[in-house]
């Protein structure tokens, strides 16, 4: 069995804490209500009350810091290609030769790529060039949804 087989074949119910939940959603970019491991194994919210009930009384063992880090790992799905991996690995197609060095994206944010130009020149001719750029966008898998590009200089 490879490496990935494993991540993927973990079915371990760990609970995290509040402050971990937070700290991998942030990684992740998601709300926390949102996240995988805010749930249980059975699908319900976790409550963690009753953790913290079974801590005090010791009604728990310890978990090894491996099997913990490949559940973080599988919960919170951090081995899958994400959306901006494939914007970076395309982004000489989406933005054209000519202007794919002075530029880059900056992030996604409610269906808006945001994108920085290294001029206000190369903005301004971005700008032109905005639904040819969308349409090519729009093709890569995962990017279908976006809605608009803003330029900035910076």
């Known amino acids: 069995m490879d490496g990935s ?6 079915s371990l119910p760990v609970k995290l804490n509040r402050s971990q939940e937070r700290l991998l959603a942030s990684m992740r ?7 995988p491991a805010f749930y249980d194994w059975h699908g319900k919210p976790f409550n963690y009350r ?11 063992s310890p978990i090894r810091c491996d099997s913990l ?3 973080i790992v599988a919960n919170h ?16 197609d989406v933005i ?8 880059r994206p900056m992030k996604i944010s409610r ?11 190369v903005r301004s001719e971005l700008s032109f060039k905005r639904k040819g750029i969308m349409d090519r966008l729009r093709q890569l898998p995962g990017f279908s949804g976006i809605t608009e590009i803003r330029f900035s200089y910076g």
């Not at 087989?5 to 973990?10: E, G, K, T």
């Not at 290609?81 to 982004?91: G, I, K």
């Not at 054209?96 to 530029?103: E, L, N, R, V």
């Not at 994108?115 to 020149?121: K, L, R, S």
């Open 5 to 10: 087989a494993r991540w993927l074949s973990l």
């Open 111 to 121: 269906n808006v790529l945001h994108v920085a130009a290294a001029n206000a020149m």
């Open 50 to 60: 009753n953790l913290r009930e079974q801590k005090m009384s010791g009604g728990k």
């Open 29 to 35: 970019g998601i709300p926390v209500e949102q996240s």
């Open 77 to 92: 799905r951090l081995l899958d290609a994400r959306p901006e991996d494939m914007l970076m690995a395309h982004w000489q």
């Open 69 to 71: 880090i490949e559940v």
């Open 96 to 103: 054209g030769d000519a202007h794919a060095s002075q530029c």
